[in-house]
C-alpha cells in the first residue's frame, strides 16, 4: 500500500548560458496543499536544465506558478502565470525512478513512494542501500523571449512537465512595481538599471534553438556486436532537452520506440566474459544529428555497433553512418550486475 505523505522537493532556476541570465522579481510556487512554496533568492545559474544548486526545501504538490522576472537581454520584465496538469503532477511527485540493480531480484523502471523493494545491497555488503530516486527538484529554465520549461528532477532520470510562454509586463502600475522591487533588491539606482540595460540588451536573443531541442521523433538505441558473448546492462542518456534516462534490465532488452528528444550523451556498460567489462560513451554533434533526423522515418534507429574485440564502435542512423564528436572506451573494473559474468 502506497504511504502517503507531503512531498518534498528543491526549486531551480536555470538559463541557457550566462548571457541568459535573469533575475527573479516576484515569485509563489502553487500547491495542491496549499503550502506556499517559491523559488530561490536572486538570479538563475548554471546551465540549461541544471542550475548547478539547491535552495531550501519546498513542500506541497506543485500544480502552478506565478512569477515575475526580469530579462537584461530583452531589457523587459516578464510574467509567467500557469497552471501544471494536475494528475500528472500528482503522478510525478510520488514516482521514485530506478537508478541501481536490486541484488539478486528484478528491478522495475520506476515504483512509487511506500512501495516495497525500494533498496539494494552491494555486492560486498548486507548494508541496504536506496535503489530508487526520488522526486528532488522542479526545475525552470528561461530561455529568451519569455520561453520557460519545467522539468522534474530524479536524479539520472529528467522529465520534461511543459513548455510555458511568459509575457511581457505591460501594466504600468504593475511594471512600476517590478522595477522597484528589482531596483530595491539589488540596490541599483535608477541611472544604473538603465546603464546596465542598454549594455547588456541583445537585440538578437531568440528562443529558436531550445524549441529545437524539444522535437521529439520516434526512435530507440539499438545496441548490438559481433562477439556472441555481448550483454549489455545499462544505458544513460542526456538529450538536448534537457532531459535524462537510465535503461536497467530487464525494460533496456524490452528497448521499445518512443517519441523522444535527440541525444547528445549516451553512456554505456556491457560485458563479453568474466575479465571483459567496459564502459563506452558517445558525444553526438548537433549540427550532423538534427540535419540526419530532418529527413527521419515514422520509426527510427540509431544503431551502436560494437567491434568483436571491444576496441571500437561505430554509431549509424537507420543505417546510415552517423557522424559523432567523440568515442571513447574504458574498462569497468567497478560495477557488477546481476547477469554480470561469474
Known amino acids: 500500500m502506497i504511504k502517503e505523505k507531503t512531498p518534498e522537493w528543491h526549486a531551480e532556476m536555470c538559463h541557457p548560458n550566462n548571457d541568459y541570465m535573469v533575475d527573479m522579481v516576484k515569485d509563489e510556487i502553487f500547491t495542491l496543499e496549499g503550502i506556499h512554496a517559491g523559488m530561490p533568492y536572486g538570479s538563475s545559474s548554471g546551465k540549461w536544465g541544471n542550475s548547478g544548486g539547491m535552495w531550501t526545501e519546498q513542500h506541497g504538490t506543485p500544480i502552478g506558478a506565478d512569477l515575475t522576472y526580469y530579462a537584461s537581454y530583452d531589457n523587459a520584465f516578464y510574467r509567467l502565470k500557469v497552471d501544471f496538469p494536475v494528475e500528472k503532477m500528482k503522478d510525478l511527485v510520488k514516482r521514485r525512478y530506478a537508478f541501481a540493480e536490486v541484488k539478486g531480484k528484478t528491478i522495475e523502471e520506476y515504483k512509487y513512494e511506500g512501495d516495497p523493494d525500494l533498496q539494494f545491497s552491494m555486492y560486498d555488503s548486507d548494508t541496504a542501500y536506496e535503489s530508487y530516486d526520488a522526486f528532488t527538484s522542479l526545475i525552470f529554465g528561461f530561455a529568451p523571449k519569455g ?96 532531459e535524462k534516462d537510465q535503461m536497467l534490465r530487464p525494460w533496456l532488452l524490452e528497448n521499445k520506440m518512443k517519441d523522444r528528444a535527440l541525444p547528445r550523451v549516451m553512456q554505456f556498460f556491457w560485458e563479453t566474459g568474466k575479465e571483459e567489462k567496459f564502459e563506452g560513451r558517445i558525444f553526438f ?58
Open 147 to 242: 520561453m520557460v520549461v519545467v522539468w522534474a528532477n530524479y536524479g539520472l532520470t529528467v522529465i520534461e512537465i511543459g513548455r510555458y510562454q511568459a509575457q511581457v509586463v505591460k501594466d504600468q502600475q504593475e511594471l512600476n512595481e517590478a522595477k522597484e522591487i528589482h531596483l530595491r533588491t539589488w540596490r541599483f539606482t535608477p541611472e544604473y538599471f538603465d546603464e546596465l540595460a542598454a549594455k547588456k540588451y541583445n537585440p538578437n536573443a531568440s528562443c529558436k534553438l531550445w524549441d529545437m531541442y524539444r522535437v521529439r521523433y520516434q526512435w530507440k538505441p539499438v545496441f548490438t556486436s559481433e562477439n556472441a558473448a555481448f550483454r549489455i546492462f545499462v544505458v544513460n542518456t542526456e538529450y538536448y532537452n534537457a
Open 285 to 342: 554533434n548537433r549540427d550532423e544529428l538534427f540535419e540526419r533526423f530532418k529527413t527521419a522515418l515514422t520509426e527510427n534507429e540509431i544503431q551502436i555497433k560494437i567491434a568483436e574485440d571491444n576496441r571500437s564502435i561505430e554509431v549509424l542512423f537507420n543505417g546510415q553512418v552517423l557522424k559523432v564528436d567523440s568515442i571513447r572506451i574504458y574498462p569497468n573494473s567497478d560495477y557488477v550486475f546481476n547477469e554480470s559474468y561469474k
